[in-house]
């Protein structure tokens, strides 16, 4: 059984389906009860089962009673996949103090609250897989991305070190590294931005990866059971190697990526 959050929508929805038609028993949690509650008709029309609980990551209560919700109705669980997350586009002296801690307790936080009651029983069990889904920008602070960059290279970390110090007591712990996905990221995104995205054309858009893409990928390390880095594209991966291993060029390309944004932002103002 795995339990997913931030499965109403996206990369956790998709991944809840696709771990369905894996064989999984799947349980769901977001705040938003009524999508939940379409993903659980779905897996059920296939055959699968499932169960949603309503809740916010950022709330350890919550996080808790959905891991004991899950393992009420569903039986042992074998992977726990914290998945909720959002973004913003801004310049990191213009996001307010709460903006800034609200992105790390939903991002960051939130991860910590759903893993840690799932732990004792995978641990007890010596059997389990963890997974967090991080992001290709985990590898480099984009500009006007920054609180977003920096929780999502916590994750990173965080998922490295438990990597290694877990592996020994049977628990998995994998980092999913999606690039741009076509889910609703990018409007959440937009209205917390307080405009449209200017590092975001919705005309490159059609390049992005579908959240399916994604959930394949999770699906196949949940198959090998085996702890690492997820990527879905190799490009991409190969292209932040490169961008790490050659820092002087990568901020000669990053300080002309923010003087395209300056000016558009000038001719449209």
Aim: proline share 4%; charged share 25%; glycine share 10%.
């Amino acid at each position: 059984m795995i339990a997913i959050t931030g499965a109403s929508s996206g990369i956790g929805r998709a991944t809840a389906v696709a771990c369905a038609r894996a064989g999984m028993y799947v349980a769901v949690m977001a705040r938003r009860e009524g999508m939940l509650g379409e993903v659980v008709d779905e897996i059920r029309s296939m055959g699968g089962r499932a169960t949603a609980w309503a809740g916010s990551v950022d709330d350890p209560d919550s996080c808790a009673h959905f891991i004991e919700h899950a393992e009420r109705e569903l039986g042992p669980l074998f992977a726990v996949f914290a998945n909720a997350g959002y973004g913003f586009e801004k310049p990191v002296l213009d996001t307010s103090e709460a903006e800034l801690r609200r992105i790390f307790e939903v991002n960051f936080w939130g991860s910590l609250n759903t893993i840690r009651p799932a732990l004792p029983g995978l641990l007890e069990r010596r059997r389990g897989h963890v997974l967090l889904c991080s992001s290709c920008l985990s590898k480099i602070g984009l500009p006007f991305y920054g609180p977003y960059c920096a929780t999502k290279a916590c994750q990173d970390d965080l998922g490295r070190a438990m990597r290694h110090e877990l592996r020994a007591r049977g628990v998995c712990v994998s980092t999913v590294h999606p690039i741009g996905t076509r889910t609703e990221f990018f409007d959440t995104a937009m209205a917390r931005s307080g405009g449209e995205l200017a590092l975001v054309d919705r005309s490159r858009q059609r390049f992005m990866q579908p959240p399916e893409r994604v959930a394949s990928a999770v699906v196949r390390r949940l198959k090998k059971n085996r702890g690492g880095e997820v990527w879905t594209s190799l490009p991409t991966r190969l292209a932040l190697s490169f961008a790490i291993a050659a820092p002087g060029l990568t901020d000669f390309m990053l300080s002309k990526m923010v003087a395209r944004k300056v000016r558009r932002t000038s001719e449209r103002g």
